[in-house]
């Protein structure tokens, strides 16, 4: 049972590169979210689904897009890299129980921005 | 809105000695709690978490916490550390009305000394 699978798992980009990270979920789960980990801040949540077709922004969604034409995926776009986007980048799922009673998260992609 | 607050961002501790990490919480609506642990370059992992019921709630890896209502607090223990327990811990809340967004403290670094 493979989870939440994130790819890639290390990114350099340079500044004004655009770029998809990946992630999909085998567990049929409806709600699936993007976070961002920044030393000393915990974890804020930039884009969040609640199941195929319907996305939204979290609190820190601004240089980021998102969609989930599937209920396995929802990738996350950096539009034009910038060095403050430098971060560790988690996705989640949650299964279907109408608010969080769990969430499985991904490995984590560590992206720096140069 | 809600809010969590890990009242310590590191906690240094001799091995075999007990552990409590703290976790106190805002919100107008009733919550449910969470604990989660990430390892070294790892994704997050529950721990344990608080839904309804017995307010000490028991998780892997001989860690327990206690729901405080009154004290709005879910504090973290452990009788007796491991070496193996060193990691960052995060303590979060989800409203239980219906809302996908889980908030997130900033985290506490559990150091653990030979």
């Known amino acids: 049972n493979a989870g939440v699978t994130q790819t890639p798992k290390f990114q350099v980009l340079k500044t004004g590169q655009s770029m998809t990270l990946q992630c999909a979920q085998d567990m049929n789960h409806e709600y699936m979210s993007w976070y961002r980990q920044d030393p000393g801040m915990g974890l804020r949540l930039i884009h969040y689904s609640v199941g195929a077709g319907i996305t939204d922004q979290g609190e820190v969604p601004n240089g980021y897009n998102v969609s989930r034409s599937t209920t396995e995926d929802f990738p996350l776009r950096l539009l034009s890299a910038a060095p403050s986007q430098t971060s560790v980048y988690f996705c989640?799922?949650?299964?279907?129980?109408?608010?969080?009673?769990?969430?499985?998260f991904g490995q984590g992609t560590r992206l720096t921005v140069v | 809105a809600q809010s969590v607050t890990q009242l310590d961002s590191q906690v240094p501790v001799f091995e075999e000695a007990p552990v409590e990490l703290r976790c106190n919480y805002s919100?107008?609506?009733?919550?449910?709690l969470f604990w989660y642990v990430q390892y070294p370059n790892q994704g997050l992992q529950l721990l344990l978490k608080y839904l309804s019921g017995s307010t000490l709630v028991k998780g892997i890896n001989g860690f327990e916490a206690e729901f405080n209502k009154s004290q709005t607090s879910f504090h973290l223990r452990k009788p007796s550390v491991h070496i193996s327990d060193t990691a960052e811990y995060f303590c979060a809340v989800n409203r239980m009305d219906s809302n996908y967004q889980l908030i997130w403290g900033a985290g506490t670094k559990l150091i653990i000394k030979p």
């Open positions: 919100s107008s609506v009733s919550v449910y």
């Open positions: 989640a799922s949650s299964p279907p129980t109408g608010t969080i009673t769990e969430a499985f």
